[in-house]
């Protein structure tokens, strides 16, 4: 029989070695650890039973008023609410469009997105028969060309806020605009974006008829649940559309420990203290800064801005650097026996960084003393 007692000795068994996550709460990596809150309420949940529909209501009008938006509903993760958004635009509340999805030739099923909002997992959106007509280019997009885009196969306008999405393209404001004008929905897709807990009403405010938050992110709250978010009108879609009906989103099932704990976490991270959490990260970020900011050829610093949703320590290999490029770095961190992972494969970005959302202060000690032997190690390679 496999040591069931603790998480290490379920890894020992199975000869998988455990990592610290300094990457932040990437889905590969484990994504984040829940709150314990969220994990208090989840095994409270084990013995009772419950119908689920009535569960999930319940649970969304709850988090509907915690948040203060005017309505909710819980998903598989914010990727399953791209999924119900769309069965949501397609079918709406006509049981027989709910039944033969994703078999959609016959009704509305193109959704607008711009071009530099398309991004690695936005083929989810089309699970439930739907297809994508991009708009605009690289450079940007124009109010004309989604316009131009609208036909009657048209079923909803996608928005995407996300790091590095760039700043040429339309806002969401502009696109609630012409989707409503049109008598089409705007869905948003805001997966990443906790914190600021202002996201949570901003884009709702904004106009967008239901948008996506991952529960297992910033929340802190079961990694497999999500958030959306939006008007009752367009929750009461989604609801229909979703999980445990028989739906094309039958699969993303949310158990019902799962949904006391998204509950949980939510109601735990609205009532926290935003500036005081930013302080003890920043504080945090700077220790590692501190550790590895005169080795030659590395520049670093405590950023917190849009692309950085929590104060991390960003940290470029400049022109004065004779070592390996920065992939390097991240594979030798996720080396054995203290195997770190820190945000490295966005070969994109000139820059990479440490993100404290699931370190302890302990972790970070840890977390510092190996970036700086690594770097120290590979600058005098040269």
Not at 43 to 51: H, I, K, L, Q
Not at 123 to 138: D, I, M, Q, S, W
Not at 279 to 304: F, K, W
Request: aromatic residues 6%.
């Amino acid at each position: 029989m496999m040591d069931y007692s603790s998480g290490e000795k379920i890894l020992e068994s199975l000869g998988v070695t455990p990592i610290l996550n300094a990457g932040g709460p990437v889905t590969r990596f484990s994504g984040t650890r829940p709150r314990p809150e969220a994990m208090q309420a989840m095994m409270a949940m084990v013995d009772p039973f419950v119908e689920l529909p009535e569960f999930i209501d319940a649970a969304g009008k709850r988090i509907a008023e915690i948040i203060g938006v005017p309505a909710a509903t819980i998903t598989s993760g914010a990727s399953g609410g791209l999924t119900v958004q769309t069965a949501a635009a397609m079918a709406k509340d006509d049981p027989e469009l709910i039944f033969q999805l994703p078999i959609a030739d016959d009704i509305p099923n193109e959704l607008i997105i711009q071009r530099n909002h398309r991004f690695g997992y936005d083929h989810l959106y089309l699970t439930p028969g739907a297809r994508f007509v991009e708009v605009g280019n690289k450079d940007g997009c124009t109010p004309e060309e989604v316009e131009n885009a609208i036909s009657d196969k048209t079923a909803a306008i996608i928005h995407l806020e996300s790091p590095y999405s760039g700043d040429n393209v339309l806002p969401v404001e502009t696109l609630v605009e012409i989707a409503h004008r049109n008598g089409l929905p705007l869905m948003t897709d805001a997966a990443s974006r906790l914190p600021p807990r202002a996201n949570l009403t901003k884009f709702v405010d904004a106009g967008s008829d239901l948008v996506s938050f991952s529960g297992g992110k910033g929340i802190r709250g079961p990694q497999a649940t999500g958030l959306l978010l939006g008007n009752e009108e367009w929750i009461e879609y989604a609801k229909l559309n979703n999980a445990p009906h028989a739906t094309v989103a039958r699969a993303q099932k949310v158990s019902k420990e799962s949904i006391a704990g998204i509950l949980a976490a939510v109601e735990a991270f609205v009532n926290e203290d935003e500036e005081e959490e930013n302080r003890r990260y920043t504080r945090l970020m700077q220790s590692v800064v501190d550790q590895i900011i005169e080795i030659p050829g590395v520049d670093a610093e405590v950023v917190h801005d849009y692309n950085h949703y929590i104060p991390h320590a960003v940290i470029k290999l400049n022109d004065r650097w004779n070592g390996p490029p920065k992939r390097v770095i991240g594979e030798r961190m996720l080396e054995a026996p203290d195997r770190i992972m820190i945000l490295t494969f966005l070969e994109e970005l000139p820059e990479f960084w440490v993100d404290p959302l699931n370190l302890s202060d302990e972790e970070v000690q840890i977390v510092a003393d190996k970036l700086r032997r690594v770097l120290l190690d590979a600058s005098n390679e040269a």
